[in-house]
Structure formats: C-alpha cells, structure tokens
C-alpha cells in the first residue's frame, strides 16, 4: 500500500490506509495471548495389520477416524513395500481416506524388486508419516543413528525416517516430529538416537523458533535411562496406562511430548480394539500464540 502518497493529499486517506493495513496485520498475525486448541495423537499402524496379524486397511482408517485427531503421527507405514500391506502406499491412502494433508518420512527406500522388468515401479518404502488437518508448510526427513533391519551384520549410521513436519495451525506454525525408535533391547542406538533427535529439535532458528510436538513409538518406558534427556527439555503428555500390546497393554512404549509453548490439557489411551498391535495415545493441547 502506497501511503506515502496518501500523505500528499489529505488527512482521511491517510487514516483510512493505516486502517487497512492495521487490518491486514492482525488478520495475517493474529493476536498474542490466547492459545489454540489442538487434539493430537501417535499411532503405530503396524503395516496396515491389527494385532491378529490380518492387513485390513479398513479397521485402521475407522480406528484414526475415532480419534478425531487434527495432528496424527504414524509409525511402520508402508509405502509400496510389499505383498504384507498388498503393494500400496499407506500414507497417501490413509490421508486421502482421512481428509488431511500427508507428509511421509522413509526410513527404508529400496529398488523395486521388479526393477528389471518394471523399470517404472516404484521404490519400496517404509517409514513414518504425519496426517494434518492443518496445511504443511515444510516437511524435512532428518538423519539419526540406526542399525538397520535390511543387510547382514549391520553397524549403527546415521539414516533418514526422523520427520519433521511444519504445520500452519490458524496461523501459528508449529514443528511436529514423527519418529520410532530401535526395538532391541540394548538401549546403545535408542541413546544415540535421542542425543540425535534432540540436536535437530534444539537447533537455532533464523527467527523465532516454533513450538514443536515429538510422537512416536520410542519402544523405551518412561523411565528407561536412555529418555531421560528428551525429559529435559520436553513434557512426556502421559495417558496413564500402557500401549503395547494392544489385547492387553503391558509397557507404555508410544509417547506425545511437547515443547514450552504447548500447554497439555489431558491424555489418553484410545479403544480401537485389534485394529493394530499398539493402542494410540490421544492427547488435547493448547498451542499458545507467540
């Protein structure tokens, strides 16, 4: 807007530009000091497989749709991996089928095993994802240490499948961080992927930083010595009961964590039967403007 030259002319034209232009700042920035409420929620989705163990993409997508969630973080995705999830992309299904907006993270991309005669086939993958209902602004798939599951005598190096998806929630920007950590029992990978993790997240920004969300299946218990670190700097929004297994949770290994910046308003297990071998962890927030 051109209010130099209103300042040329005449008092009122003036007065009505700083009008508008005060208009167009508080509709682009809204106001400080009141928080946005936000129902989030992490789920391993198994492969598109229930705790029995049958792939039934219908079960899941009435399960996530129970949760009613706006920001959902999905573990064990597969994209076109193989004959167990019947060859097809489960994150861009499972957002389509949902109504959200879909950022996926591979941990694995493999050639297609029909390379050779399908040279157009797509690549196999499996990793995390994030579901919003909120546009995606960015999406980053950073490295962390892992061992991998997909060669003989592996080593711990660094691999993708830690994502990190920047959402627009009514005008406030908020990072969400989708990640699964190593199963074995030995805690080594699980430690140095926290101390990873924890190096993207803290990172500094050009401006102010956003508030951010990390869900996941840490397959670690809330007190287990390698998270100690993450309860530093993050609140663990506990839902007070377990989440694994599913037909009848034992260890509470699938967290949402937040920020400051996010007030934690409740949290809780979700009955969604066998529709996975994890149960999902539902949490309402309020993200505070900044």
Known sequence: MRIHLALRRHVVPL?????????????????????????VAT???????????????????????SLDADVIGLQEVDVHWGA???????????????????????????????????????????GVAVLSRHPVLRVR???????STQGENPRPEPAPGFLQATVAVRGVPLDVYATHLDY???????????ADMLQVMNRPCPRRCPAHL???DFNAQPDAPELAPLWATLRDADPGAPTFP???????????????????????????????????VVAELRLGRR
């Open 214 to 216: 990390l869900l996941g």
């Open 246 to 280: 599913a037909t009848a949770p034992e260890s509470r290994i699938d967290y949402v964590a937040v920020s400051a910046g996010v007030e934690i308003r409740s949290a809780r297990t979700a009955p969604t039967g066998s529709a996975s071998d994890h149960l999902p």
């Open 84 to 126: 167990r999830s019947e060859w097809r992309d489960l994150a861009r299904e499972l957002g389509h089928r949902l109504g959200m907006h879909v950022a996926f993270g591979p941990i694995y991309s493999l050639a297609p095993e029909s390379a050779a005669s399908r040279p157009t086939a797509p690549r196999r993958e499996f």
């Open 15 to 39: 007065l009505l530009a700083i009008g508008l232009v005060l208009t167009a700042s508080a509709t682009a920035h809204p106001a400080t000091g009141r928080s946005v409420p936000l129902r």
């Open 43 to 65: 789920y391993n989705v198994h492969a598109g497989a229930g705790a029995d163990e049958a792939f039934d993409l219908d079960r899941q997508v009435r399960a996530l749709r």
């Open 184 to 194: 074995r029992p030995d805690p080594a990978v699980r430690t140095a992927q926290v």
């Open 141 to 147: 798939n950073h490295e962390i240490t892992r061992l």
